[in-house]
């Protein structure tokens, strides 16, 4: 798996982008970014993946730079369901996620 | 979309004991699970690979005798602690990928053991 870095902390406020960097320079060719996050005390989320162009579903957006050495996910309008751990993974094996120590996202009211 | 599911979602157990913590994939055939652990304030540690028909593939540092996983069909895998003692405590989480490369994982909600 590719290594990644992402901030440790973040806030947003309610209604407004959420916008969650990862770094990936190591990412090799045929590795995908995936995005997890997962709420207190569950089991972590699927939200996105994508190997070279941006990704868009009804949850978030990824965007890949075009040198695929980082990635931002951003939720277009954060809620206070949306307080949570947020992983990056870079990985081509769907069966091998290894998890980083995330961004903790906190939507403020 | 396709569900994992674990069962039980807390168990408190005595030290010495061992517990059993289900997998189960609901709507499709997972030949390969994953085992986690997530200690307090902390990420997900891979624990081990648990293999349809096979042994189970145990990360470095993790105990094969004490964390015993067995895949007895392509939808359950089961997790045994034996002989839990107060550090075992943790969040146990498993995950089943889909058939399908570069597609989602799927993880369970977790099981809460409190070894007391």
């Known amino acids: 798996d590719a290594k990644t870095t992402q901030p440790t902390s973040m806030d947003c406020a309610e209604g407004r982008a959420a916008n969650l960097p990862c770094n990936h320079s190591t990412i090799s060719g045929n590795e995908y970014v995936y995005w997890y996050r997962q709420i207190h005390s569950q089991g972590p989320q699927y939200i996105i993946h994508g190997l070279k162009n941006n990704e868009t579903n009804e949850m978030a957006s990824l965007i890949i730079t075009e040198d695929r050495k980082s990635s931002t996910l951003i939720l277009p309008h954060a809620t206070l369901r949306d307080t949570a751990v947020y992983y990056c993974i870079g990985t081509n094996n769907n069966n091998d996620m290894r998890f980083g120590a995330g961004t903790r996202l906190t939507v403020k009211p | 979309g396709a569900v994992v599911s674990q069962h039980p979602s807390w168990v408190i157990c005595k030290s010495g004991t061992s517990v059993k913590i289900e997998c189960r994939s609901l709507?499709?055939?997972?030949?390969?699970m994953f085992w986690y652990r997530q200690f307090p304030k902390q990420s997900l540690m891979l624990m081990a690979t648990s293999n349809e028909g096979s042994k189970a593939t145990y990360e470095q540092g993790v105990e094969k005798d004490k964390f015993l996983i067995n895949h007895a069909s392509l939808t359950l895998s089961t997790l045994t602690v034996t002989s839990a003692h107060p550090e075992d405590s943790s969040f146990y989480i498993c995950?089943?990928?889909?058939?399908?490369?570069?597609?989602?994982?799927?993880f369970g909600q977790g099981t809460r053991l409190t070894v007391v």
């Open positions: 709507d499709f055939q997972a030949t390969t």
């Open positions: 995950s089943a990928p889909e058939r399908e490369a570069n597609t989602e994982a799927f």
